[in-house]
């Protein structure tokens, strides 16, 4: 039979993952969300056909999965109100809040739980998303089975057995989306400035990331060698990369990513301390 998953939070993330929950077959009468507000659950009942409350804690009650799906800013109030039901029951945790240590959950919810601690990104949304995962030591290999599936339905899982590790997930693939919307801004810039009208730069941009991807995802060659084939000695593309490297590409990618997973670190360290 399938597990109970309580989803704590019904925004963006918690309907991306149940959409693609019910996509890929998962049983709608095992699925609950919940929210403060009834006018957020009514479409998710009536469009998905899951189960919905307002209340966490009768929603945890019954729950062999809960979801933590709200803003980290909410989420001590949030475990203290479910704290009971859920030190009735033991349930497997699965949060996907930016920067919450698993043992600042564990501690908020009383203590002594499997914690399954997720940095996952916005493609989600589109069914196209890159997690990271780490499982604290109570997780048995069943629940991080469960774990893996739940996220496999919106996308890429990688586990990570060091939780200092969602550090450099994040600046992989949490924050990674927007390297990739930036250079979009850019390319649409330069594209207008080359006189193409800006949208149609946008489009020929957008399109040629998402060729990128898919070739390098299909293709046994690396990055490195797919990125030659398109250099023509002598031609275009290979001014293009030698301005790039020249100008310091690479060394901008290293300095921002380490920004940004120093950053998670100083955010884990801030929420870990409340
Ligand atoms: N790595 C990344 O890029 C991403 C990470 N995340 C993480 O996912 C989590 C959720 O983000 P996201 O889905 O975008 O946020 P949303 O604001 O879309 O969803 C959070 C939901 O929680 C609801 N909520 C507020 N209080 C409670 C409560 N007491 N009980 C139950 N539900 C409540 C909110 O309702 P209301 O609006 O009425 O207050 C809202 O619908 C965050 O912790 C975020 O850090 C999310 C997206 C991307
Ligand atoms: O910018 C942030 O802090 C969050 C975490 C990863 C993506 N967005």
């Not at 990570?160 to 550090?167: N, P, R």
């Not at 649409?188 to 990128?212: F, S």
């Not at 046994?220 to 100008?247: C, F, Q, W, Y």
């Amino acid at each position: 039979m399938a597990s109970q998953v309580t989803f704590i939070g019904a925004g963006n993330m918690a309907g991306a993952i149940i959409g693609g929950m019910i996509d890929s077959g998962y049983p709608r009468d095992a699925i609950t969300a919940t929210s403060p507000d009834d006018s957020v659950l009514a479409p998710l009942r009536e469009r998905l056909g899951i189960h919905t409350a307002t209340d966490n804690a009768s929603a945890v009650a019954q729950a062999d999965v809960v979801v933590l799906a709200v803003k980290p800013q909410i989420m001590q109030d949030v475990c203290s109100g479910m704290r009971d039901a859920v030190q009735a029951r033991k349930p497997l945790i699965i949060s996907v809040a930016a920067g919450l240590p698993a043992d600042t959950l564990e501690h908020w919810l009383g203590g002594e739980l499997p914690v399954v601690r997720c940095m996952p990104n916005t493609p989600s949304l589109v069914g196209a998303g890159a997690a990271g995962l780490y499982a604290n030591a109570r997780v048995t290999d069943d629940q991080q089975r469960i774990a893996g599936e739940l996220l496999e339905a919106v996308g890429l899982v990688e586990w990570v057995d060091d939780e200092a590790l969602l550090e450099a997930v994040t600046a992989v693939s949490g924050s990674a989306p927007a390297y990739f919307f930036l250079m979009f801004e850019a390319m649409e810039q330069a594209g207008a400035d080359l006189g193409l009208p800006a949208d149609t730069a946008r489009r020929l941009a957008m399109q040629t990331a998402y060729g990128a991807a898919r070739m390098a995802m299909d293709s046994d060659k690396t990055p490195g060698e797919l990125k030659r084939n398109v250099m023509s000695p002598g031609g275009t593309t290979e001014r293009a990369i030698e301005h790039l490297e020249n100008a310091g590409l690479r060394d901008i990618m290293q300095g921002a990513m380490r920004a940004c997973a120093e950053r998670a670190g100083e955010m884990a360290d801030e929420l870990g301390k409340r």
